[in-house]
């Protein structure tokens, strides 16, 4: 059991701080290209600026990005030696695509970034942009294809304890794919956009005024705004391929016990001797209406399940942190964009300036609790209904060892991108940026 604890809590640590990376080289590249896009059209150098400015900053989180994922696939193969030699030809394809993406995509970011002067025409330098962000996006949809057979697998026949007559595509478009992909698209390009207003918001909260970065917060509390109504409506899709698919999951999460009609949603609240609910509140029908589309339908509890196949009922407290955040910040959006709109002064004072820097890392606190939702709701499976956690961990005694290893090279990594981003842009500042490039005009 020892080998299974540390694979585990080794292969968290990595997605946690993985994710991070990963999401920020995902939505990033949507705004670097919106921002030049505007400049372009409106002939506006700030705006240029900001697709110049964000490119840099991008850069170190990819390099970094490259590590940690490297860091993902070894340790599947270290780790889950059982699962990988099981689902190995199922998810090969999907994990052969990832790495063809992010090659598209780091090409044609050198270009990019190395042709900034090159085009007398700037409309066709940003358009290698799209190759950027496409290969940005597909990343994440392939890797998340693969995740998305864990907890839905098809496209195999099973003989002797083997995978045989496997179908790669019919594996890869299994029923949990369409509203996972959707929802790690969706959430990446709002926590992306929700980063950037942070520190612009930041920024104005430490006396620089400049105008770029009240147009930067305006771009990107616009877009984050629409994609935190889009995770919203996907959520509303995922709670409906749980209740068909993974009911278990559903049920632990919203701590429904009993099979019931007129289903009840648990939001908040306290477990005391093991089902009893404290401190709750309590929306009539909405767990019905979540699940099926009906007030009235019947939602399956946690007495239809044994015991041993109930995902850890803490993943509730996640399911709560992630629904939480996204209406927090869905709604200081609003509030902001109405009152710019309106011309408030209250949209830049200090109080809520500084409730708009919460946004950013509330919503890769979001992400986070969505991850491990994802992973922790589908336990004690690795993959659901065929192979066990348990029985697809690595052997070995040394696990122990990788995890401080990895510690000490996530801290190094962590702390060395955080140092390298914040002395590029504080001794390059935009007022400082703006003077240099009017000067060389």
């Not at 025409?121 to 940003?126: A, S």
């Not at 935190?228 to 749980?242: C, Q, T, V």
């Amino acid at each position: 059991m020892d080998s299974v604890f540390y694979s585990r809590v080794l292969t968290e640590l990595t997605l946690t701080f993985h994710i991070i990376y990963a999401t920020i080289g995902v939505g990033i590249p949507l705004f670097i290209f919106m921002a030049q896009w505007m400049g372009i059209k409106k002939q506006d150098e700030h705006y240029i600026l900001m697709a110049r400015r964000w490119t840099r900053g991008y850069i170190i989180t990819v390099a970094v990005g490259v590590v940690t994922g490297t860091a993902i696939g070894l340790q599947l193969n270290l780790l889950w030696p059982t699962f990988m030699q099981l689902a190995g030809k199922a998810i090969a394809l999907p994990l052969f695509m990832e790495t063809f993406a992010f090659f598209f995509e780091a090409i044609f970011l050198g270009i990019y970034l190395y042709t900034w002067d090159r085009f007398k025409d700037q409309k066709k330098h940003m358009l290698l942009l799209i190759p950027v962000a496409i290969g940005a996006s597909c990343s994440a949809v392939f890797i998340t294809m693969v995740n998305s057979f864990m907890n839905a697998p098809q496209g195999f026949e099973m003989m002797n304890g083997e995978f045989i007559n496997v179908q790669p595509l019919v594996a890869m478009f299994n029923p949990a794919m369409p509203t996972k992909v959707a929802h790690v698209l969706a959430t990446a390009y709002m926590t992306a956009a929700f980063i950037l207003a942070s520190i612009g918001a930041y920024r104005i909260i430490k006396g620089s005024n400049h105008i770029y970065h009240k147009k930067a917060l305006l771009l990107t509390i616009k877009v984050g705004l629409v994609f935190a109504i889009a995770s919203a409506i996907i959520g509303d899709f995922s709670g409906k391929y749980l209740a068909a698919y993974q009911p278990e999951k559903l049920a632990a999460m919203e701590w429904h016990f009993e099979t019931e009609e007129e289903a009840s949603l648990t939001l908040f609240g306290v477990l005391t001797n093991g089902d009893e609910i404290k401190y709750s509140i309590e929306i009539p029908y909405a767990l019905s209406i979540l699940a099926h589309g009906n007030p009235t339908s019947k939602v399956l509890g946690l007495d239809q399940f044994p015991k041993e196949d109930v995902p850890p009922l803490y993943i509730h407290y996640l399911f709560n942190i992630m629904v939480m955040i996204g209406m927090f910040v869905a709604l200081v959006a609003l509030i902001y964009i109405v009152g710019n709109w309106l011309r408030k002064k209250f949209v830049y004072k200090k109080f809520f300036l500084w409730t708009l820097v919460t946004t950013g890392p509330l919503c890769m606190l979001a992400i986070e609790a969505g991850w491990w939702l994802a992973e922790v709701g589908r336990q004690p499976w690795v993959l659901r209904g065929i192979l066990r956690t348990e029985d697809a961990a690595t052997t070995s005694n040394d696990v122990d060892i990788m995890l401080y290893l990895f510690i000490g090279l996530y801290l190094l990594l962590g702390i060395a991108s955080v140092i390298v981003l914040i002395r590029m842009f504080k001794a390059n500042p935009i007022e400082r940026e703006l003077r240099d490039r009017e000067g060389g005009e």
